[in-house]
């Protein structure tokens, strides 16, 4: 018997009331594994377990092939292995009539470093509830999110209900320094008709994010002991000429005609210095120092013809100071090589998802655009699948003790569930 979507949706709800325990507890427990870059392989284990022995759902892991993926269009270059860092994928096939479209959920397993440690009051591993708040690193990015995922199609399965069309459900690795985990699960053929990623956007969709690229410069000096200063020239202090210069190549891009999704940021185009390594002794002259940063940029350009500005800017700087016009930095880049999104709202994916969110919550989707990227990149440029974020409320994303908002994941939960019903269509079984 097929389901009409509104017939089923009380139900859904209901069940996920029921099983609210135990999402929390499933997000306590993938909130305990540190899976910061490198180190995604044992909760992807434990989800890639769970998928098959608790959902049910056929599931494959599998480590990137970077040979393979370098080739594609939205690849980012790296620096390091994929051993043992496996991308997770769950297919819920479609039993019955496919009566609907099929749909992707997906989220990143990846989380940044909680360093420094001393910075936080509860244990970033520690997955703590206080009140309606859970914390630790990745609990808001965006595992919180996951859950959600998880419970909405969890609660439509134990309800003996089928989806009309597949759903595929992705946990992958690297969303936070180049998204090739979710280039790798595409490549493998994962693909459906629309993708939803839960980040921690407030209950809002996203309409545009930014380009990022990760820029790395070398700058040599004279090293000496300090007593002969004069004679020396400071790596330290030569970078600083570089990094001054990166500051006035953020006032200059932000002082361009915004693009419409961007009118509203007063300051869309972030530029930081992340990392800056140099020196072991405060009595030496340090002879090498290496920087990176991150650089935004707008939609519609081609993340080259950024890492060529970039270039051209800080050896435009360079050439203005003696020591480096001699003595080149060396400028390369790894990491993101993301490019910008900007959607048009009038697809079918977010009128859907206006839809749930009103159902569930009562009140009007809003649209954001976001000066950060996401995985949603790969998906609407290079593979032509409509893809937005919608995920919970939570704060200190990537600082001391962040949270999710209990409530929200709930939420969340139930307007995925309140989505599939719509853009998927039920069966029962
Ligand atoms: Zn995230």
Redesign the pocket.
Known sequence: MQMGPDGSLEQVLKKIEELWDEEVAFLQDIGRYPSTLGNEGAVQEFIASYFENNLEIETDKFVPDIDKISMLDGFSHVEWSYQDRPVVVGRWRNQGPQIGKSLILQG?IDVVSPEPLSFWKYDPWGSTIVGNKMYGRGIQ??KSGIAAMVFALKAIKELGLNPGADILMKTVIE??CTGNGTLAAIDRGYVADGALIP??FGLTALQAQVGVIWVRVKVKGAGAHVERADRAVNAIEKAYVLINALAEYRQHINSRLKPFNFTKHAHPLNVNVGVIKSGDWPSNVPAECTFEARIGFYPGTDYREIQNEVKDWLMAAAKNDQWLREVEPEISFYGFEAEGVSLDNNIDLFKVLEQAHQQTTGTDLKYISTTCT?DIRHYNLYYGIPATCYGPVGGN?HGADEWVDLDSVKKVTQTYAAFILKWCGVNRS
């Open positions: 990143h990015d965006m969303e936070e980040e921690p996401t994303m």
